[in-house]
């Protein structure tokens, strides 16, 4: 079984770093069209076009989907990818930071969504929608509130689409990666060797990637409002987790 996603436009937010932007160079090898958006741009890669937009300014979120709507007008994948970390707990947290949270991971989301169903529908596209959440929209950090809250709503905002988007043919699945380290191109050995997980290390965004390789591509025919963990078994461990994680450090 080889994965391949040549002829498919796929649309990734947060794809400037991280899991984002590992997928993003995946997918561009695998022969997809890649449009990745993200404030920052720092690399430059001949297969993938990069779009700066501050996916939590409603103005410019409303301008890229009217350019795309004319520049590009098909969408096999949309990966609902980009977040942040907050650390803060109901006691501290601020109504900008609240604001900044439901903006970035739950009205981004859903303008992008029913941009790409829209376009799905009139296209006669059976395509995917995939929401990378956290496994902290069920069993969350201290001083994590606004990230929990709005993974959870991710995950819920999942199955409605699911539900409503379904006799179109059109897949919607929830991605919950648990603790993959994004800080670098290699994990700290002291911090693999003590990450909470059950196969004893943490994960790695090649990893995330292939999983959405795999759920973007023609194999993936029959999954659709479903929660799919990968987090190396962190959910059910009863090891504690390192102080770098408690901490928000990585």
């Not at 400037?16 to 932007?21: D, S, Y």
């Not at 590009?72 to 006691?91: E, F, P, Q, T």
């Not at 947290?93 to 981004?108: G, N, P």
Request: with cysteine.
């Amino acid at each position: 079984m080889e994965i391949s996603l040549k002829g498919k436009t796929c649309l990734i937010t947060g794809g400037t770093h991280g899991i984002g932007l590992v997928t993003a160079k995946l997918f561009a090898e695998l022969g997809a069209q890649v449009i990745a958006l993200g404030r920052n741009i720092r690399e430059k890669n001949d297969k993938i076009q990069f779009v700066k937009v501050d996916l939590t300014s409603r103005s410019e979120l409303l301008s890229f989907i009217d350019w795309y709507k004319k520049e590009i007008g098909k969408i096999d994948c949309l990966i609902n990818n980009a977040s942040v970390n907050s650390r803060y707990s109901i006691l501290n947290v601020t109504l900008e930071e609240w604001d900044r949270m439901i903006a970035l991971e739950l009205t981004a989301p859903m303008l992008l969504s029913k941009m790409a169903a829209e376009l799905m529908i009139k296209n006669g596209t059976k395509g995917k929608i995939i929401n990378v959440a956290a496994i902290q929209a069920h069993y969350p950090l201290p001083e994590s509130f606004p990230y929990a809250t709005v993974k959870g709503g991710l995950i819920s905002m999942t199955k409605s689409l699911a539900v409503d988007l379904g006799k179109y043919g059109i897949q919607v699945i929830a991605v919950v990666p648990g603790p993959i380290y994004t800080k670098g191109e290699t994990v700290p050995e002291s911090l693999d060797k003590r990450a909470a997980t059950l196969l004893g290390r943490m994960g790695r965004p090649i990893e995330a990637a292939y999983l959405l390789a795999f759920l973007v591509s023609d194999y993936n025919t029959f999954i659709t409002g479903s929660e799919i963990f990968i987090d190396g078994g962190r959910i059910i461990s009863r090891k504690p987790d390192p102080e770098e994680i408690t901490s928000g450090e990585v």
